[in-house]
C-alpha cells in the first residue's frame, strides 16, 4: 500500500509563524505579488489610454453631434472600431436621453445584464433602472400575448414610457413589440430608445425599424451585432458627459 500524501516541507514552512504570531515574511509579502509581466495596472489611464486608441482609429465624422462621444464607449465595450460604420442616431436623441435622465427619468431595459451594466455613479439623479424579466407576472403575460418573456416584460412597464429612456440589448422581439406599443397607442412614447439587440433573427431587421422612424429618437448598431455589454456602454455614456469618473 502506497503512503498517504504527505504536504512538502516548503509548503508547510510557508504557513508558519513566527513567535509573536507574525506571519513570516513570505506570508506577508503574498498581497503583494510580483509579476513578470510589463502591464497598466491605473483603471483611469487604462481607460485614457483606450479611449485616445479608438479616436486615433476611428472616422467618427460621419455621427450626429453628440454621438461620436457615445460611440467611442460602445466601440470600448466590443473592441471592434469599425462598429462606428453601423452605428446609426436621431439628431436628438443624445440632447433628449440626457434631458431625461437629468430629469429623473427611468432607466427600462429589457434584459438584466444591460440593467446590471448601467454604472449608478454615472447617473445624475439617482436615476431607476429597471427589468422586470424575473418577474412572476412575465411567463403568463408572455402565453397572453403570444410573445417572448423579453417583450412581456416591457409592456408590463408601459405605463412607465413616457419620457424614459428604453434600452433594449438582447431581444429584437422585445423591441418589435415596444414599436407596435406605440403605434397602437397602447403605450406613451420614451425620450429615447436605445435599440441594440444582437442575433441572427429578427435583429437586424428590429433595428431598422427603429431607425426608420422620425418620430422616435433612437440609437441603433445596424445589422447583427448589439448586446448588453454595448447597449450599457451606450447608457453609461448618456448619463454622465465625463468620460471618466475617478
Request: charge should be neutral.
Amino acid at each position: 500500500m502506497r503512503p498517504p500524501l504527505r504536504r512538502p516541507a516548503h509548503t508547510a514552512h510557508r504557513c508558519r509563524r513566527h513567535r509573536g504570531g507574525h506571519l513570516s515574511h513570505r506570508r506577508k509579502n503574498r498581497s503583494a505579488p510580483l509579476s513578470g509581466y510589463d502591464y497598466i495596472t491605473d483603471g483611469n489611464e487604462i481607460y485614457r489610454r483606450s479611449f485616445a486608441t479608438i479616436r486615433a482609429e476611428t472616422d467618427l465624422s460621419g455621427l450626429p453631434p453628440g454621438v461620436d462621444d457615445i460611440a467611442v464607449r460602445m466601440i470600448h465595450a466590443c473592441g471592434q472600431v469599425d462598429l462606428v460604420d453601423d452605428i446609426a442616431a436621431s439628431d436628438g436623441v443624445v440632447a433628449a436621453a440626457r434631458a431625461a435622465l437629468r430629469a429623473g427619468a427611468p432607466i427600462l431595459c429589457d434584459a438584466m445584464m444591460v440593467a446590471s451594466g448601467v454604472t449608478a455613479a454615472r447617473l445624475p439623479a439617482d436615476n431607476e433602472v429597471l427589468c422586470l424579466l424575473r418577474d412572476a407576472r412575465v411567463p403568463d403575460h408572455a402565453r397572453r400575448i403570444g410573445n417572448t418573456r423579453s417583450a412581456a416584460a416591457l409592456e408590463l412597464l408601459a405605463d412607465r414610457f413616457e419620457g424614459a429612456v428604453l434600452a433594449i440589448g438582447n431581444a429584437p422581439t422585445a423591441l418589435f413589440h415596444v414599436l407596435d406599443l406605440i403605434d397602437r397607442g397602447d403605450a406613451p412614447r420614451p425620450a429615447a430608445i436605445i435599440g441594440i439587440p444582437v442575433g441572427f433573427i429578427g435583429a437586424a431587421e428590429s433595428k431598422a425599424a427603429l431607425a426608420e422612424r422620425t418620430d422616435l429618437e433612437h440609437l441603433v448598431v445596424h445589422g447583427r451585432r448589439g448586446g448588453s455589454a454595448i447597449t450599457a456602454a451606450a447608457l453609461n455614456a448618456l448619463a454622465h458627459e465625463q468620460e471618466i469618473i475617478a
